[in-house]
RNA sequence: GCAGGGGUACCAAAGCUCGGCUAAAUGGGCAGGACUUAAGAUCCUGUGGUUUAGUGCCUUCGUGGGUUCGAAUCCCUCCCCCUGCACCA
């Protein structure tokens, strides 16, 4: 970090310069989604709060009263987990946080969850405040602190007085070792896995059922044979009236699915082998044969065979067929398996018969074993799902599409006594612990009813209201809101707040991050005078929160003294309803869709609902994702020591605005230190005031312009825009400026000080620097916005210097490709007759009247056969034809520029009328174009 | 699979809503030059091809078609990438 970095970091916290307190401007709340404690800020929190941070400084250089608070998350599993790992002392643990720079007695600490917190909160304070984020820090708080609890209480009671929070069951991916839900970043493998429905067909075997499982259950029309794993343990056991056959790993599986099993007899697979069954469906009888690709933990353990479609039932039929010595011994009469052939039930266009045998041979699949197998299974599957219809031996189903005819025929199957339904992980699921994960149907469930429809409408009116930072996020929140269903909000481990009427659940995590915004209004209250968690009962929120009850009663109550009340209960009046919270695009489907939702319900008042959304893309770096695994994770503590906050926030904003994602260029960082250098090299003002010359003009046009546009790009936080025009643009316009001339303090003062202003929200540190130095008292934060002027964009100026501009250039040009030094130039101005024809040519608009319109003008007429030519000529380019200023007022601003030509290419520089040109020895001032003189170099 | 968003030159990224001033802003990188004993910093120039007194032409904006006098920009096909799909922060 630079020292000015550190000194006007020093003189903002003496200053308390973002201590937010109401008064007579106009509030504007920012909140930034409280980053999770379990490491200290990284990247992607730098990037989304110098966004929020950009922002909150832009709008109170706007003449807003700003509140940017900032707290800490700490609610749910990670962090605990992470405790049990250093109590455990596993060495991975251990090995990062010593690799942070941590002593084995601070790491020893963290046995104790709440001092993970308390290490990283420090952290991330510290870097926050590095990073030169303008934040109330007297609002700070953690989730799991007692006080806030409290208020998630209340939040949750009143939720539930208000019906939105209903006890139900639902599935989960579970570990039984961990004896917990497991979750994406739990798993080991099969991350976005979820459970899905099996249905189990009961084929009748003597007094039980075999009880296949499949996700294809009308292809029970197409089964030959029953395949089982011969080495794997079976059981018969009792469920519910019925007994079933079923591998041994069911049992436990079913207990977890709320179902009564009681284990009869146990025995292995290859007893199973040669007996048959009863199709419930078409009665046919049919063998159990033994196959190596049964999973005996997947679904249950029993596999119905269906040859003709599906790719692995017909290698693995095939293999036995084809080596009778692999069942040798199970005492099966080889013609009984040779009879064995597929039954086809799916008519798929442009497919045969046998579609698994088709798509097999086509991918060359060998055996049962092979890789490939499963890709042909996928492929005969999607195929038949999409396209197949069910054919005539399908009965009452026949003629049906199979992607229609499934959820019927499950139906009616189970309401017919012949199925049943199985949850089970729709892939494979490993838990980080290695464990197999299983799926468990959890009892009691508490659930935010996100599915009620009248809550729906409300956060569909809340999500009309408020501003989308960008817009193109729309589409994409009202699906979501549509999406969203009724959300499990409880979980029984990790840290946060019990449930208020049911202790033995907490209170989930994203489930307790809705509202919090809320409570940092009265978290300065409530740490500051030391308000103890007892006091916080439900009177109070609905006091100070609700407007309900009178202040007395609740002074009384909680023995909160009544003038504070009344306080917290203004201050809520006043700043309430966030009007930008910025977060990742990856939350929208529940955090930014809960934030809606519970506003609306809390609060009846649509002042206090959200304002203002801002979303933003992931961040990368040097173009690709950051990973541990690539190694290519920036850490952001390292950057502040190499670049400094500005740099970083510059970089960051100028990498990406919009939906798009930021890339993270550590060059271009280094090179953005030395924009900033430069930057702050041109305070203070050296020049000395002079009256304003045209060239002034054009830079003071130049600036006004480049402040419109950086201003209405700072209102749509499109931060990357407002960096382009009001930096690099604006800095290139004032590098030509100073070319052209000594400079002017008049000028110069106002363009930095416009360049400081424009800037400080994305480098505050240099912006604040420079404006000191240009001579102001107190802090740019304090100062107005630049103003943009009704009149302040002279277009003729800008015009005319654009003339001068491309003049140098050619000229240029011309020097460099005859490769001599020139004596003398010319420059010949054109006409004023051909600027007459041009805005006639302009205004005929059809190339075809170019001619007779600009001909029916005396003065380019009597121009003979030079107008038409250049008639023709305007015919061509009539669509690329643009403004033109008068000959006038293009050799005015020509003849102005002639210290600086002459300067530039070290010769004579001659302005000259085109049609009085008194010297032209080579015919070039018939070329002369409007906006473009003809050149003769000498 | 479903939903939302995207594919522009060496990298990043504007432009595409209102088709022509777009061979395509801007930042980075790279190359050449100036300055310097040298390096760095700074400044200038270049950065699709070819051509030229400031120009013209050709080929380019994921792919393949279409509309139009004219398309990066409008329409259709296909391919690829990112994000989410929940009980997890």
């Given at each position: ?7 006007w ?39 989304t ?14 003449g ?7 707290a ?9 987990g992470a ?24 790491i ?10 308390t ?34 209480e ?43 429905e099996f ?10 059922y ?5 996700l ?13 794993h ?17 591998s ?5 599986k ?39 690709f ?7 353990g ?66 049962q ?40 025929l ?32 959890l ?14 409408e ?19 929140m ?7 269903q ?21 209170i989930?995590?994203l489930?307790?991050?809705?509202a ?19 006091q ?8 100070v ?5 009178s ?12 003038e ?15 009007d930008?919270?910025?977060s ?90 030395g ?21 002034d ?9 480049r ?38 303090a ?28 240009l001579?102001?008292e107190g ?34 040009s ?43 003008d ?6 003979g056969k ?12 009539l ?41 032209d020895?080579?015919?070039k ?14």
């Amino acid at each position: 970090m630079e020292e000015y970095e550190i000194k006007w970091q020093q003189k903002w916290e003496e200053q308390k310069l973002y201590d937010a307190e109401p008064d007579d401007r106009k509030k504007f709340f920012v909140t930034f989604p409280y980053p999770y404690v379990n490491g200290s800020l990284h990247m992607g929190h730098a990037f989304t709060g110098s966004r929020c941070d950009a922002f909150a400084r832009y709008k109170r250089m706007r003449g807003c009263n700003v509140l940017f608070p900032f707290a800490f998350h700490a609610t749910g599993e990670p962090i605990v987990g992470a405790s049990k790992r250093v109590k455990a002392g596993e060495e991975k643990q251990w090995k990062q946080y010593r690799g942070e720079g941590l002593s084995n007695e601070e790491i020893k600490s963290f046995e104790d969850p709440r001092n993970i917190v308390t290490h990283y909160r420090a952290l991330s304070t510290e870097l926050a405040k590095q990073m030169g984020f303008g934040v109330d820090w007297r609002r700070s708080f953690t989730t799991i602190d007692p006080q806030y609890n409290k208020f998630i209480e209340w939040q949750y009671l009143r939720l539930k007085e208000m019906g939105y929070i209903v006890q139900g069951t639902h599935p989960v991916i579970y570990c039984s070792k961990c004896d917990s839900p497991t979750g994406d970043h739990d798993r080991l493998r099969g991350e976005g896995v979820s459970p899905v429905e099996f249905v189990l067909l009961k084929f009748r075997a003597g007094d039980s059922y075999l009880m296949p499982g499949t996700l294809r259950p009308e292809t029970v029309f197409g089964v030959t044979n029953m395949w089982v794993h011969p080495n794997a343990t079976y059981v018969k056991a009792r469920v519910g009236s019925e007994k079933w056959i079923i591998s041994k790993d069911t049992v436990e599986k079913l207990r977890n699915q709320l179902t009564d099993v009681e284990v009869l007899e146990e025995f292995p697979g290859k007893e199973l082998i040669g007996k048959t069954s009863t199709n419930p469906l078409t009665g046919s009888e049919v063998m159990n044969l033994p196959a190596a690709f049964v999973d005996p933990c997947g679904v249950t353990g029993v596999v119905m065979s269906v040859p003709a479609h599906a790719p692995l039932d017909y290698l693995a039929l095939k293999d036995i067929q084809d080596n009778p010595e692999l069942i040798a011994g199970y005492g099966i009469d080889p013609v009984l398996l040779r009879k064995i052939t597929p039954i086809s039930l799916i008519r798929v266009d442009g497919m045969g018969e046998f579609p698994a045998i088709e798509v097999s041979r086509e991918l060359g699949v060998s055996d049962q074993n092979d890789p490939k197998a499963e890709e042909a299974t996928k492929l005969v599957y999607k195929k038949e799902f999409h396209t197949g219809v069910l054919k005539d031996n399908t009965g009452k189903y026949a003629g049906m599409p199979v992607r229609d005819c499934k959820e019927k025929l499950t139906d009616e199957f189970i309401a017919g006594g012949r199925a049943d339904k199985m949850w089970e992980p729709e892939d494979f699921v490993q838990c980080r612990c290695t464990n197999r994960c299983i799926v468990k149907i959890l009892e009691n469930q508490w659930f935010l009813k996100y599915g009620d429809e009248s809550w729906k409408e409300k956060a569909r009116a809340a999500l009309k209201k408020l501003v989308l930072y960008p817009e193109d996020y729309r589409a994409q929140m009202e699906y979501s809101i549509e999406w969203v269903q009724d959300k499990a909000c409880t979980r029984k481990s990790g840290m946060g707040t019990r449930l208020p009427w049911d202790k033995e659940w907490l209170i989930e995590t994203l489930s307790d991050s809705t509202a919090y915004m809320a409570y940092y209004i009265l978290a300065k209250y409530i740490y500051s005078e030391g308000i103890s968690a007892d006091q916080l009962t439900p009177d109070f929120f609905d006091h100070v929160l609700g407007g309900n009850g009178s202040a007395e009663e609740v002074a009384v109550k909680t023995g909160i003294n009544k003038e504070l009340l009344l306080q917290m209960r203004s201050d809520f009046g006043y700043w309430y309803g966030v009007d930008f919270r910025n977060s990742g695009k990856d939350l929208i489907s529940n955090h930014l869709i809960f934030f809606i939702f519970h506003h609306v319900a809390l609060w009846d008042d649509e002042k206090k609902w959200p304002h203002g959304i801002g979303l933003n893309g992931f961040l990368t770096s040097d173009g690709e994702k950051m990973s541990k695994s690539k190694g290519n994770v920036v850490i952001l503590s390292d950057v502040l020591r190499k670049y400094g906050p500005d740099a970083i926030r510059l970089n960051l904003l100028y990498a990406a605005e919009g939906t798009a994602d930021p890339d993270w260029q550590s060059r271009q960082a280094e090179a953005m230190r030395g924009w900033i250098k430069k930057f702050m090299e041109l305070a203070p003002i050296q020049s000395a005031e002079r009256e304003l010359s045209p060239i002034d003009k054009w830079m003071l046009s130049k600036t006004q312009r480049r402040v419109s546009v950086a201003t209405d790009a700072y209102e749509a936080t499109a931060f990357r825009t407002a960096i382009s025009q009001g930096f690099f643009e604006l800095m290139n316009d004032y590098k030509w400026y100073r070319q052209r001339c000594e400079g002017n303090a008049i000028v110069d003062r106002y363009v930095v000080g416009v360049l400081a202003k424009i800037l400080a929200p994305v480098m505050p540190h240099a912006s604040e620097e420079v404006w000191s130095k240009l001579g102001n008292e107190g802090s740019i934060f304090n100062a107005s916005w630049p103003a943009v002027e009704e009149d302040g964009v002279d277009r003729v100026a800008e015009l005319a210097e654009g003339v001068v501009r491309t003049t140098s250039e050619d000229v240029q040009s011309i020097i460099e490709l005859t490769k001599s030094a020139p004596k003398r130039v010319f420059v010949y101005v054109s006409p004023e007759w051909k600027r007459v024809a041009w805005h006639l040519a302009k205004q005929a608009g059809d190339a075809k009247q170019v001619i007779p319109d600009i001909m029916a003008d005396d003065s380019v007429k009597s121009q003979g056969k030079a107008a038409a030519s250049y008639g023709q000529w305007l015919a061509k380019n009539l669509h690329v034809l643009g403004d033109v200023i008068s000959q006038e007022e293009e050799s005015s601003a020509l003849q102005n520029a002639v210290g600086f030509f002459s300067k530039s290419f070290g010769s004579e520089f001659v302005v000259l009328p085109a049609d009085k040109a008194e010297y032209d020895p080579a015919g070039k001032a018939g070329k002369a174009l409007p906006m473009k003189p003809a050149i003769y170099v000498e």
